[in-house]
């Protein structure tokens, strides 16, 4: 899943950073995220995120 992170951010768009992980995942699920961003965002440790970049590293790391 190593381009997981470009469509993710297709679901955060407009979002204020910074953000929390909460915030991240009901933006995503608003945006129509799919069950596949939804379980890789889920896995993203709990926490404020301040850039797309922040987001996109923790999704690489948790896989």
Known sequence: ???????????????????????ILETAR????????LDALGRIP????DAPTAISKAVSDSN
């Open 1 to 23: 899943m190593a381009d997981t992170p470009n469509p993710i951010q297709k679901f955060l768009g407009g979002i204020d950073y910074p953000v929390s992980k909460d915030t």
């Open 46 to 49: 709990d926490g404020r995120y």
């Open 30 to 37: 608003k945006e129509g995220a799919d069950d596949d961003v």
